[in-house]
């Protein structure tokens, strides 16, 4: 036991003078935009519930109602007895929002990626991801046992390079890319993307974990570009979604296929069904309210405006510091004025980049977007 204590308290110290220790800090999310930390009360910034639905009373009393009616776990893999009627109904509305045939549930975004991919590739194949693509499609590209290659970010003529010289040798091509990239607000072109895969039979897939309920009407980053096809399109219900869990959109076959062999899904205890009964009440109101869904990048741009930056393309706005004890001290100097505002570090973001990671909801109100704004000016000249 020994070397394994020493072994860890190591790993910290080396951490802690990197200014790169993470703890956590219990915070009560009062109503999804105030929150309340060491007796503190702060505006959020740093929640991904775009659209405040984590607390919408149509969205709590779904999820109330399902617990009363069928108790808080799916009680196995949906494969054996876990497979509520709530999850096929989600999965409908799912494949609806998105316009694809059918949809997988899995118990969350991360484990969607890491069991969608090493199932449709492994050893022989290879998998191209954006280089700023989230930590799940690099698990998932892992345990695929493919060779994996970095793509430039959002850079399609290096995607044209790789494919053109390494499409003949390889079996089957997945490239992957988030459509709102998690830590730079930033989108992918999946238009050009798309038609660069179409062209040399590679398979695009896509992480919406950022544009569902934000983008195009809530349909997500999909469709912010017409003739993009993307024939596997991921996300998660954990956002602006507001609950928990995560979702593959793609063909009926892709979709029996992925519920008969991810082992993320196989074993895996499927999603409780207060999750799904809540996912459901909150894709109605993102079907029936583009405006809402509309909300979180005008406040977003509405800073960038503030700010003389180049205009927000999502609900989410990165203000690149530097060095990682530079971000934390900025975070601080926020928080003073009320504003929860968390820092991101690396390996979260490339070394040098931490930054602070402002995120965007429908609720923010407009004199507090500006109010931020002004707070972070300083920061900026800095
Ligand atoms: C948050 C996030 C995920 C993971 O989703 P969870 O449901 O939280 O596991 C995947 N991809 C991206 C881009 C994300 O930001």
Not at 219 to 232: K, M, Q
Not at 300 to 316: D, E, M, R, V
């Amino acid at each position: 036991m020994h070397s394994l204590q020493d072994f860890a308290e190591g790993k910290l110290a080396a951490l802690e003078t990197r200014a790169l220790r993470r703890t956590l800090a219990p915070t009560h999310r009062i109503d999804g935009l105030w929150v309340e930390r060491d007796g503190q009360r702060l505006l959020s910034f740093s929640c991904n519930d775009y659209l405040g639905l984590s607390h919408h009373p149509a969205v709590k009393a779904a999820a109330a109602q399902a617990v009363e009616t069928y108790g808080v776990g799916s009680g196995a893999s949906r494969l054996v007895t876990g497979d509520h009627p709530l999850m096929s109904a989600l999965e409908g509305r799912l494949a609806d929002l998105k316009g694809t045939e059918a949809a997988c549930v899995f118990g969350s975004g991360y484990l969607t990626n890491a069991g969608v991919i090493p199932t449709l590739i492994g050893p022989g194949d290879l998998l191209i991801a954006d280089e700023l693509a989230h930590a799940c499609i690099w698990a998932g590209g892992r345990l695929s046992g493919a060779e994996t290659l970095r793509l430039r970010h959002n850079d399609v003529g290096h995607l044209e390079e790789i494919l053109t010289a390494r499409r003949g040798e390889a079996r089957r091509v997945l490239v992957a890319t988030d459509g709102v990239f998690s830590m730079d607000g930033d989108l992918a072109p999946l238009d050009r993307l798309s038609a660069t895969c179409r062209a040399h039979d590679a398979w695009l897939l896509s992480d919406d974990a950022h544009g569902i309920g934000v983008l195009a009407d809530g349909r997500g980053s999909a469709h912010v570009f017409p003739g993009a096809d993307i024939p596997l399109q991921m996300g998660t219900l954990s956002k602006a979604v507001g609950g928990y869990g995560g979702y593959l959109c793609a063909s009926r076959a892709v979709i029996d296929l992925i519920k008969t062999r991810a082992r993320t899904f196989v074993y895996s205890t499927g999603l409780p069904p207060a999750s799904a009964a809540a996912a459901i009440a909150a894709l109605d109101i993102i079907a029936r309210d583009p405006a809402l869904c509309a909300l979180p990048l005008a406040k977003a741009q509405a800073f960038t405006s503030a700010l003389g930056l180049p205009a927000a393309q999502s609900a989410i706005v990165p203000v690149v510091i530097g060095e990682a004890d530079a971000a934390l001290a900025a975070s601080r100097r926020l928080r003073k004025q009320g504003f929860l505002v968390v820092p991101i570090r690396p390996p979260t973001v490339p070394e040098g980049t931490a930054r602070l990671r402002i995120a965007f909801s429908a609720a923010h109100p407009d004199d507090e977007v500006a109010r931020l704004a002004a707070a972070v000016r300083p920061l900026l000249a800095a």
